[in-house]
DNA sequence: TGTTGACGGCTAACATTGTTAGCCATAAGC
DNA sequence: GCTTATGGCTAACAATGTTAGCCGTCAACA
């Protein structure tokens, strides 16, 4: 860790989590955070250069619970690893939506984020399939299925399970 | 069609997808708008009732030309539709980009879309893999590989026809 | 011990965003 | 010829990210 943020940068992070997670990513204001510590607005820029400084940090603990979450699944399950990190993929993403979001949307200021965090995520997936180009499409796939379920996108009250199954056994298995 | 728009308001519409797609979706602002129309911002409520409608009238644009985009694809190739399928909607989201994402990313104001028109989008792929489970697996595939490529999430410079070809062929056929 | 300097607050302010209130000209319809 | 819809306008408001500049506290160092 050899945390390179200071313990009062290391409290906002965290009430900007708290933030997000509980009322979305609109809530996530400089001025609505700054309240939740009992500062006012410019005094967090002592602490970080711009908003988008804070959501970095927000999208490396993101990445990383999401490794975390993909490492214990691979370690857990000998019977069906493929189905086992789709489970716990998709667990994690429901169970954080809006940290969801910002960690695996819009561009990645990759020479922001600790080396190697993005690569690390992608592992226990890039093991389990082996193929480089069919991890890419199973990452793709999971990460729509997510994405379209946390936006509505499919039919109200439909049951996802099927699809995911048909999905990564496909894609698992090859043709 | 029947347009239940009136001529001006289809002429802001137009405006505003000029805007959307030369600049993005920051530059689509209530006051750029009215500037590339020669008026004030406020007199554009005078059409809309909010922002929110325009990109309305957006998404609907974004989700019939990608409808149409799968029935020519569907329509022009017998030999491998499913490859046909992918390439176009592929083609019409990196052309696009802005208005995609637009169209495919948040919520869907389903109530205030031309009734039919998202089905009508669907259908091509549901048609060409015929079960709904997998069908879903597909869209989840196809969207997750544009939205990563449009976020730049993989490798910079990667050659991702593989993971196309290795998706939509071990998607296809079942297992 | 006295001074310096970093740390971490603060207020005031600015530009930009969506949006509302209210005014006014033009053109059409009865 | 009066009325009304249409479609502009200015002024203004609240909320956003952000900057400039001031000030108190406390530790380190001469």
Redesign the interface.
């Known amino acids: 860790m050899a945390d390179r943020l200071s313990p009062r940068a290391r409290q906002i992070v965290a009430a900007a989590r708290e933030l997000l997670e509980k009322d979305g990513a609109d809530a996530l204001t400089m001025r609505r955070l700054a309240d939740r510590l009992g500062i006012r607005a410019p005094s967090l820029y002592k602490h970080f250069p711009d908003k988008a400084a804070v959501e970095v940090e927000l999208i490396a603990e993101g990445m990383e619970e999401l490794a975390r979450a993909l490492e214990a699944a691979e370690a857990a399950g000998p019977d069906d690893v493929m189905a086992g990190l789709g489970a716990a993929y998709r667990a994690y993403a429901l169970a954080h939506p809006h940290l969801y979001r910002l960690t695996?949307?819009?561009?990645?200021p990759r020479d922001l984020l600790p080396p190697g965090l993005e690569d690390r995520t992608a592992m226990p997936l890039v093991r389990a399939v082996g193929?480089a180009?069919?991890a890419?499409?199973v990452?793709?796939?999971?990460?729509?299925?997510v994405?379209?379920e946390l936006?509505?996108?499919?039919p109200p009250g439909?049951d996802?399970d099927?699809?995911?199954?048909?999905?990564l056994?496909?894609?698992t298995?090859?043709?």
């Open positions: 695996t949307s819009g561009p990645l193929d180009d069919r890419r499409a990452w793709a796939f999971a990460h729509g299925m994405v379209l936006d509505g996108r499919f439909a996802l099927p699809a995911w199954r048909a999905g056994t496909s894609l298995w090859p043709a």
